[in-house]
């Protein structure tokens, strides 16, 4: 009675599932599980570091205004990582070792640098900077993909009934309705769905792939129940859960209806 | 300010037509100043069940092209002086009216009259949807069967979301459920539909309960509503209809061998 399909249309794509899947394969691949046994494990990480950009040469007003900066918030800035960057600099030739001293000594921990010309890789090597690549700003990266995020990650929650025809989705979230879901209306949430009223509709929980997600109702009468691409009509439904309390999840490729208490 | 109100219900048959000539007539009658408006272009009707089809002239669609005035088009009834038709064209289609003209027509009809009654055809096109795209108010006209049901449910989705009203983010449009064909004995055989039950699907307040009634068909061929027809049970439920579109609490009046429990939940609920 299951099967496995992409539920009405585009909406419910089962494909950014799949390529989550394969991605996290490739990272698998890369980082083999037997170095456990040598005592270490090597993995890439993402850290925030803050940049130091360089303008001009250093010169004593370049290291009282750094150590007054550091002073003002000696908790967070006190041996904290630092990387150099030096693409406002240009490529003139700069002493790496005196920079060095010059930003250790105002309390600061230099790890590397970054934006460098050519001529200027060998003495930063020297002086005990390594090289990074040029990347973005923090604040870019805050300002692009994280608060996208929380604009769409919102629950959505409905008190009016959902009409037959009427559809509702909550993308990358979960769907609360206060009201009933009637006959022919069609909710569907990529997170959870709960409903309060009679559910009379279709209900596409977990739409963009999420298995665990579930459909909570408190009078089942759907025409169709769908989690993660796995779905049952309302013939398949058993009679003794019918208008009753029930949660819905996904247990392998089955639909598993429990009597709410 | 005048209260538009749309007749509609997405199925066809169940006697929307009807109950604009009903309502329309027991609101003149009562002394407001009420038009009845058919959108049904291109199947006009409303001006045969008012009795007044050989004076059509000028038509709602005529009005909205500018080839003739509101008030050449607009017939006064004979029976009742404060109230008027805009029947329809019949040989034009329902893509001859455009949203504006509606809004125009409807805005200066507005002005003029306490009531402007919209006739809506079937269906869920153009022309549905222009008759409830100005409605304050809508009387959903729905029969005690599953299809007809749902088609009403439907409406009410699309009166939630593409209406004027909808559209403006204003106050949402004012539904009322008007329950007709309705017959106690295929309900008692469980032919049809409680009206308990689709109160409980379409869940909005209940304006009246019109009885299957013989009257009907007889006062649509002779082209009188049939409302005016005070023996009859159906013109007594629209007359009820009428005082409860008007503000008056009054019971739920139930045709013949109706228990009195039922009557009394029902009331109960819906008041």
Redesign the interface.
Known sequence: MMKRVGPSGARAEAAPAEKLRVRGRDVARETPAAPRQAGFQLRGSAVTVMVLKLFAAPDARFARGLADQVATAPDFFRGAPVIIDLEQYGADPIDFAALGELVLSCGLNPIGVRHVAAAQRDPALAAGLALFPAGRDTHELVAGPATVKTDKARTVVRSEPVRSGQQIYAREGDLILLAAVGAGAEVIADGNIHVYGPLRGRAIAGAAGDTNARIFCQSLDAELLSIAGYYCVSEAIEAKFLKQRVQISLAGEQLVFERLP | MARIIVMTSGKGGVGKTTSTAALGTGLALRGHKTVVVDFDVGLRNLDLIMGCERRVVFDFVNVIAGEAKLHQALIKDKRHENLSILPASQTRDKEALTKEGVERVIGQLAQEFDYVLCDSPAG?ETGALLAMYCADEAVVVTNPEVSSV??S??I???L??RTRRAERGEAPVKQHLLLTRYDQARVDRGDMLKVEDVL??L?IPLLGIVPESEAVLRASNSGVPVILDEKSAAGRAYADAVSRLLGDQIEHRFPAAQGKSLFQRLFGRTA
């Open positions: 869920i749902r088609d449910d439907r009410l989705g699309l939630a979301s409980e699907i869940a």
